[in-house]
């Protein structure tokens, strides 16, 4: 069963019983995806909160000039939404898109609020995914002005080990805020380097 993947999730938490197990996996719906297909588009409101069962995904927004800006990655064990726009239901300025044939499994607002209250642990469960999501995003943040092109590609690498071969070149450069021809020399002089 596809929502066995969240409660293995959540047990790297937290032990979760039968009974709570049960709670949580009831409002799940699972989706499958194609290649490119989009989980959210900007100017949307994003309805639910997604966990990747299988496959890949970046979160992007477009600037004014229409280049755009990789923020984040996600791949199989790990949760993908637009939070502002979710928990503020505003339209969202960032797109979500699958970067490979995907599954996954999605809760909306009020199911997910519900799933807090019926079980409590769950919502401290969801506190600290989204404080690590903080502290990377922040850790992120201070890179883009503190370090350099390299630095940023071997923070990058450390991050993301088991999608640094799975992206293609041009994903990984927009998220480093490189051309993917700079993103070569690096990879190129790195290996000069060894």
């Known amino acids: 069963m596809p929502t066995d993947a969240i409660i293995r999730f959540l ?25 490119r297909q989009k989980l959210l588009r900007s100017g949307e409101v994003c309805k639910a909160y997604t966990f990747v069962v299988s496959g890949c995904f970046r979160m992007y927004g477009v600037d004014d000039r229409g280049f755009e800006h990789n923020i984040q990655f996600v791949a199989e064990n790990d949760w993908i939404a637009d939070m502002a726009s979710f928990y ?53 943040v201070l890179q883009n002005f503190s370090s350099t092109a390299e630095q ?28 993917p021809e700079f993103l070569s020399r690096i990879r190129k002089n790195m290996q000069t380097k060894r």
Request: charged letters at 25%; zero cysteines; aromatic letters at 10%.
């Open 88 to 140: 503020t239901v505003k339209a969202s300025l960032l797109n979500i898109e699958a970067l490979e044939a995907s599954r996954v499994l999605q809760i909306g607002q009020a199911d997910l609020y519900r799933l807090y209250e019926e079980v409590p642990k769950l919502n401290r469960i969801f506190k600290v995914m989204i404080e690590h999501k903080y502290i990377e995003l922040q850790n992120r």
């Open 11 to 35: 047990e790297n938490y937290i032990p979760v019983s039968e009974g709570e197990k049960s709670l949580i996996q009831a409002p799940f719906e699972e989706h499958v995806l194609k290649r």
């Open 152 to 179: 940023r590609y071997l923070d990058f690498l450390e991050q993301y080990k088991a999608l640094a071969n799975r992206l293609p070149n041009t994903q990984i450069a927009s998220y480093l805020g490189i051309t």
